[in-house]
């Protein structure tokens, strides 16, 4: 079992940055995976994430993400971060942090998850 805790979300002006951050605790499999995912308000969470990490270190992210988004590990602090930079209004969702184990060969696909945070919300407007 792993635990998942999001932080970090708020409103922000459109320009601005932010970073989330996932708290993680419970057993991780050496070859476990690490993303962050996002549901716009009404919709279906999203099946592609925006970014994702392999426990080697190995990132992918989402074509649409750019370069705006950047995901982190601190193994010493058990936290998976995401910073995103220049703040668009179509940013605004919920973002959920995940977690897999095993070997797959997309780790932006949420199918391949097992372990998911509460969510943060990040909203932007002016």
């Known amino acids: 079992q792993v635990n998942l805790v999001e932080s970090g979300g708020g409103s922000v002006q459109p320009g601005g940055s932010l970073v989330l951050s996932c708290e993680y605790s419970?057993?991780?499999?050496?070859?476990?995976?690490m993303g962050w995912f996002r549901q716009y308000a009404g919709q279906e969470r999203e099946d592609e994430g925006v970014?994702?990490?392999?426990?080697?270190?190995?990132?992918a992210y989402a074509d649409s993400a750019g370069s705006r988004f950047t995901i982190s590990q601190s193994k010493a602090d058990n936290t998976l971060s995401l910073q995103i930079v220049g703040l668009k209004p179509e940013d605004t969702a919920m973002y959920y942090c995940?977690?897999?184990?095993?070997?797959?060969?997309?780790?932006?696909?949420?199918?391949?998850?097992?372990?998911w945070g509460q969510g943060t919300q990040v909203t932007v407007s002016s």
């Open positions: 970014a994702a990490m392999r426990s080697d270190g190995d990132t």
């Open positions: 995940a977690v897999g184990y095993g070997w797959v060969r997309h780790i932006l696909l949420s199918s391949n998850y097992k372990y």
């Open positions: 419970g057993f991780l499999p050496s070859d476990y995976y």
